[in-house]
């Protein structure tokens, strides 16, 4: 008995690295901290290994479409999961909602006490950051709470894009810009504390759904099927709502 156990055991330690893999993830910007929070997690439990690679959603999408080797895809949206399953490059019914975004604006040095319409429409605002809405959802949903808020056109010339929400962030934390909208997991106590913010209405832009999507070259990758099975855990829900987001309702 005592050998066949040793057998076993020895069996077993040769064959368990083998089942070990990587997968490669490719998330949008601002969710890039969270997810090396939730993978920490995932390696602690898991022989699997995370690799991260962080860009615009509109980046991620158009190297996606040009082969980069990911098998999971983390966006901003849910236009570009959506245009990979039409397009035969993620696995038809993977794709789920993660996270809900929150858009914030942001006013460091700013101790503003009234409504953030005036804060923004002071004439003495020289630049205002937004992420780029032509790649980034984050600068979608900001151009579309400026128009509902009346102030898209008059802030025209003063628009300092970021590629990402997290580079709009950078512009606001250098002053490069005097204010913008970031993103509610950005907003950590250190920075609620350098001035004024405000949580914009979710009735102001359309809701920033965030999706995943398994990609078609992690079907068959046992890391990237745990990981993503993983992400739509109890356990992974609870974090990503710790870290400033929302969640779609199940």
């Given amino acids: 008995m005592m050998r066949l156990l040793l057998f076993t055991a020895l069996i077993f330690a040769t064959v368990r690295p083998g089942l070990a893999a990587t997968v490669q993830v490719a998330t949008a910007s601002n969710f890039s901290q969270p997810l090396r ?25 158009a190297q996606i479409k040009h082969g980069a080797p990911y098998h999971l895809f983390l966006s901003a949206d ?12 993620a696995v038809p019914g993977s794709r789920f909602t993660y996270a809900m975004g929150q858009l914030v604006l942001w006013a460091p040095r700013q101790q503003f006490q009234g409504e953030a319409k005036a804060l923004i429409s002071q004439a003495d605002l020289r630049r205002f950051s937004i992420a780029n809405p032509k790649i980034a959802p984050y600068g979608v949903a900001a151009r579309q709470t400026l128009k ?5 056109e008059q802030l025209q010339g003063r628009l300092v894009r970021g590629e990402n929400i997290a580079q709009t962030f950078q512009f606001v934390a250098s002053r490069a810009a005097e204010m913008g909208f970031i993103a509610h997991s950005q907003l950590s106590e250190e920075v609620k504390s350098t001035g004024y913010h405000w949580m914009v209405p979710q009735a102001l832009h359309d809701p920033i759904r965030q999706d995943a999507v398994l990609l078609k070259r992690g079907a068959e990758n046992p890391a990237a099927k745990t990981f993503h099975a993983f992400l739509q855990s109890e356990r992974a829900r609870a974090l ?7 969640l779609d309702s199940r």
């Fill in 37 to 61: 929070l939730l993978a920490q997690a995932f390696e602690k439990e898991s022989e699997h290994k995370v690799r991260i690679s962080t860009a615009s959603t509109g980046k991620l999408y």
């Fill in 240 to 246: 990503i709502s710790a870290l400033g987001y929302g």
């Fill in 78 to 89: 849910q236009k570009r999961p959506e245009k990979l399953e039409q397009e035969g490059l």
């Fill in 148 to 152: 509902a808020m009346g102030l898209w």
